[in-house]
C-alpha cells in the first residue's frame, strides 16, 4: 500500500504514505519490533525494509510478481512483509507447517518466482524444490543458507538503504493468502488492494489506538494475525514476537511489554486458561485492550473462562474469512449477553442469507447460506476463477457457511454448509453441538461429523479429546439437556488430539478418512 495523505476515522490519524517510512521520519528512535531482548526502532526497520526491498528487485521481482515467503514469527518475517510491500510484489505467505508436496503446490501453483525462508524450514522446502521449475531464486534469511540457496543477510549488506524506485501498477504490493485447505486443495485468495476507508473504520470501531502493542499471538502467514498487525504498525505502535507459542511466556510477555491488543485462534488462549490460576494470578494482564477471537470459532465456554480469567473489557470477537475480510464483529460488552453470536454486520459490510432455493431469508433464527457484500472482500480465486464464479450472486460473495440472526440483528454461525449432517431428513450442524459438549468439564476438546447410517442416512458422531474420562451414557445425558433429541451424538470415539490446521481449523476430511465419511458411502 501507498498512500499519499493523512486520513482520519473518528480518533485515528494515519499517515498514508509508506507508514513504515513515515513513521520512521516521525519517531526513528521508537520502538518498532521487539523479538526477546532485541529491539528494532523504526528507523532500522526502514533501512533494513528498503535493503531487503532492494535485493528483490536484483532479484527480478518487479511489480506484480509473485513472491513467496515461509517461516515462524521473526523480525526478519515483519521486516520481509514491509519489503516485499515496498518492492510491489504479490506476497504469498506459505504455511511453514505443510510437508514438503503440500508446500510445492502452493509455490509452483502460485507462480512465485522467489522464495524467501526461514533456514528452519529447510527441510521442508528443499525436497519441494523439483516441483518448482519457475523459482529463479532461493533465499534464505536467520541463519547460514544451505547450498542450493542465497543469504538475505549476506545480499542485503550492501544494499541500498533507501527505498527502491518502483513504479507501482495496480495489483503491485498486493498478497494472495491460500486458504487452509480442510475441504481438498488450497486457493490462492488473490486480493489486490486494500480498502483503506473500510479498513479504518473497522479498526477505529474497534478502538485502535497510537502507542498500541501488538503481540503475535498467531503465525503471521494466515490472515488474521498478519491483518490485525497491520493498524498498530499504520499508527506506529509496536509489534511484540513471540516466535514459538508458550502460555505462560505468552503472560510473561503481556506484562513485560504492556501489551494492548492481539488476534489468537480459540486453542493458544485455551492453553492459556488451563494453566493454574496461581500461575495466571501472578502477571499483570491488565493492559490487554483488544484481544480479537477468530480463526475458528470461540466455544462460550472457552470465552467464559477468558473473562474469568483475563476480565471482561478486552474480549472482542470478529467473523470473517482470508476472502471476504472481517464480516461481523461482537463487542466485549455482547461476550456473555450473546452466546454462539459473532456479532453485527462491521461497518460497511451487508449480509444477506439465502436458502437453499436461492429465497433471501427475511426472518430471525431462520438458517440460510451466508452472503455478504463489501468493498473488503478478494478479487478471485487465482487459477481457479470457477470456484469464485460458483461463489458468488452478482455482487455477494460466500465461503459456504451457514448462519441465522436473531431478533436484534446479531448473527450465528451454524457451521460451513459442507460439514452439515442430514440425519433422518433434518439438517444437523456439528458446531451447536460441539459448543454443547465442550461445556461438560471431563471434555477438553471435540469434533463432530456425519458417518453413513442404514436407518437415519447419516448419524452424529463425536469424537472426543477427554480431560478427564467419561463414559458414552455421561455423555449423551449431558447432551440430550441442551439439544434436540435428534442432535444427540450416537457414537462417540476418543482421541488424544483433533487434528487442526495451524489457524486451528479441524481437519474434519482426516477424521472422517478413519471414522467413515457418508459423503462417499
Known sequence: MRWGRLTTVRHMTVTTTDYVSAHAAAQ???????????????????RRANQWANVLVTLGVRPGTKLVWCGPNSTEVVVMIAAARKAGAVAVPLNYRLTPPEAGYVIDNSDSTVVLFDVEQVAQLEPARDKCPK???WVAFRGEAPAWAESMEALASSAPETAPRVELTPGSGATMIYTSGTTGQPKGALRS???VEAALALFGHIGYQPGDVYLTTGPLYHSGPLGFMAPVQMLGGTVVIQRKFDPEAWLQLVERHRVTTTFSAPTPIRRVVDLPAETIAKYDTSSLARVIANAAPWPFELKRRYVEALGDTSLWEVYGSTELGVNTVLTPADQMRKP??????APGVELALFDDE????SEPKVPGELFVRSKSTFDTYYKAEEKFESARRGDWLTVGDVAYFDDEGYYYICDRKNDMIISGGMNVYPAEIEAALLEHDAVADVAVFGVPSDE?????????VERTPVDDDA?????????ASYKVPRTFSRIDEIPRTASGKTLKRELRAVYGDSRSA
Open 135 to 137: 523459482v529463479t531464486s
Open 358 to 361: 436461492g429465497n433471501q431469508v
Open 340 to 345: 454462539g453470536s459473532c456479532g453485527r454486520p
Open 193 to 195: 488492494a486494500t480498502n
Open 456 to 464: 437415519w442416512g447419516e448419524a452424529v458422531h463425536a469424537v472426543v
Open 475 to 483: 455423555l449423551v445425558a449431558f447432551a440430550r439437556e441442551r439439544l
Open 28 to 46: 526513528p528512535t521508537a520502538a518498532a519490533i521487539i523479538e526477546g531482548d532485541a529491539v528494532t526502532t523504526w528507523d532500522e526497520f526502514e
